[in-house]
């Protein structure tokens, strides 16, 4: 299982070195946010390209949990790589200026995560880096992430692992284990957590997962119906935007 798991995070590194020698970047950004997802993709940037080359920029508002950032701190000093935070609470109270704001979780947390990835694509520019993905096979399946925002990358280290798998290779990887042991979220709200907000746990949204594949995508119980439902619903997010290219 080891040697398994040695040869899948190699494959993962030789993909990270193809994107950056190929697009002649000066270096990687990540935002790294406490969680699982980030921690592990830093690392396998840090593998990769060498941590001097990679930047973890945090990216709290005043909803944030100080122990992510903590926790994102203590995971970059670990991995030798550097560590900025960037408070987007300003950028929010310029788009609450807007002609006819309103103000809800869903509407608010999808224009948190387009600013954190537009802040990312901002360094990424002025300093010549690529802009590493976080998102997971599970999240992306169910389309639990937003449209430009952080599905957003120049690069998906962890796209094809599924949370279980993320956790997995985490263990191997030896990110801190206050990362590993904490409930995963978003962090968009106070209290916000994605299994509660999906109403699932990830182990049974990945087992639900792999059983559709299994099975022509077709439910054989009510975890998996639930997870179809999603996945058919936000198929969108997995897709290229429609186009008469080539017509």
């Given at each position: 299982?080891?040697q398994?798991?040695?040869?899948?995070?190699?494959?993962?590194?030789?993909?990270?070195?193809?994107?950056?020698?190929?697009?002649?970047?000066?270096?990687?950004?990540?935002?790294?946010?406490g969680?699982?997802?980030?921690?592990?993709?830093?690392?396998?940037?840090?593998?990769?390209?060498?941590?001097?080359n990679?930047?973890?920029?945090?990216?709290?508002?005043?909803?944030?949990?100080?122990?992510?950032?903590?926790?994102?701190?203590?995971?970059?000093?670990g991995?030798?790589?550097?560590?900025?935070?960037?408070?987007?609470?300003?950028?929010l109270?310029?788009f609450?200026?807007?002609?006819?704001?309103?103000?809800?979780?869903?509407?608010?947390?999808?224009?948190?995560?387009?600013?954190?990835?537009t802040?990312?694509?901002?360094?990424?520019?002025?300093?010549?880096?690529?802009?590493?993905?976080?998102?997971?096979?599970s999240?992306?399946?169910?389309?639990?992430?937003?449209?430009?925002?952080?599905?957003?990358?120049?690069?998906?280290?962890?796209?094809?692992?599924?949370?279980?798998?993320?956790?997995?290779?985490?263990?191997?990887?030896?990110i801190?284990?206050?990362?590993?042991?904490?409930?995963?979220?978003?962090?968009?709200?106070?209290?916000?957590?994605?299994?509660?907000?999906?109403?699932?746990?990830?182990?049974?949204?990945?087992?639900?997962?792999?059983?559709?594949?299994?099975?022509?995508?077709?439910?054989?119980?009510?975890?998996?119906?639930?997870?179809?439902?999603?996945?058919?619903?936000?198929?969108?997010?997995?897709?290229?935007?429609?186009?008469?290219?080539?017509?």
């Open positions: 299982m080891a398994e798991l040695g040869c899948r995070m190699g494959q993962v590194e030789q993909m990270i070195r193809y994107a950056y020698w190929n697009s002649g970047g000066k270096g990687i950004i990540i935002g790294v946010s969680g699982v997802d980030s921690a592990l993709a830093a690392a396998f940037c840090c593998r990769a390209v060498g941590p001097e990679v930047l973890g920029l945090s990216l709290p508002t005043s909803v944030s949990n100080p122990q992510d950032l903590d926790d994102a701190k203590e995971l970059c000093a991995l030798g790589m550097e560590h900025r935070v960037v408070p987007i609470d300003p950028m109270a310029a609450k200026t807007l002609p006819g704001f309103t103000e809800t979780p869903y509407l608010l947390g999808n224009l948190m995560a387009r600013i954190r990835m802040t990312l694509y901002y360094y990424a520019n002025r300093d010549h880096r690529l802009v590493c993905g976080t998102s997971n096979r999240e992306f399946m169910l389309g639990y992430c937003t449209k430009y925002g952080d599905n957003a990358a120049d690069f998906q280290p962890i796209v094809h692992l599924y949370k279980t798998d993320v956790y997995e290779m985490a263990h191997e990887a030896k801190p284990e206050p990362i590993l042991s904490k409930k995963p979220s978003a962090g968009l709200w106070e209290g916000q957590s994605d299994e509660g907000e999906i109403g699932l746990s990830y182990p049974d949204i990945d087992a639900a997962l792999k059983a559709l594949e299994a099975h022509g995508w077709k439910a054989a119980n009510p975890a998996e119906e639930k997870v179809l439902a999603r996945v058919r619903k936000n198929a969108h997010k997995r897709l290229p935007a429609p186009n008469l290219l080539g017509t």
